[in-house]
């Protein structure tokens, strides 16, 4: 399985973006996705979980603001991000794991200026 991030970019607080998680190889065996962050000087944080059946979880600092969802058909996860702030600076990963892997793709940076 390989994951492919995009979507990132540069926005003002307050904004919205929409990051996408496309795998490709052996989709199917992924159970969970999920989305990490790293911010500069800091350790990666997780973000957002949601597995096969559509079941999600969410970091404290993003609940309400953040949403993940799954397009099991596209093999594609996504995460809508809204009423952005200055402290959700970071690169975000896309993470999926199989019975017998775990998967990150490359990071999409994302920059929220105040």
């Known amino acids: 399985v390989q994951l492919q991030a995009s979507g990132g970019g540069l926005v003002q607080a307050g904004g919205s973006l929409r990051l996408s998680c496309s795998a490709s190889?052996?989709?199917?065996?992924?159970?969970?996705m999920e989305w990490y962050r790293q911010a500069p000087g800091k350790q990666r944080e997780f973000v957002a979980y949601i597995n096969k059946v559509g079941t999600t979880n969410y970091a404290d600092s993003v609940k309400g603001r953040f949403t993940i969802s799954r397009d099991n058909a596209k093999n594609t996860m996504y995460l809508q991000m809204n009423s952005l702030k200055p402290e959700d600076t970071a690169v975000y990963y896309c993470?999926?794991?199989?019975?017998?892997?775990?998967?990150w793709g490359q990071g999409t940076q994302v920059t929220v200026s105040s």
């Open positions: 190889g052996s989709a199917s065996s992924i159970n969970v």
């Open positions: 993470n999926a794991r199989t019975l017998l892997y775990n998967i």
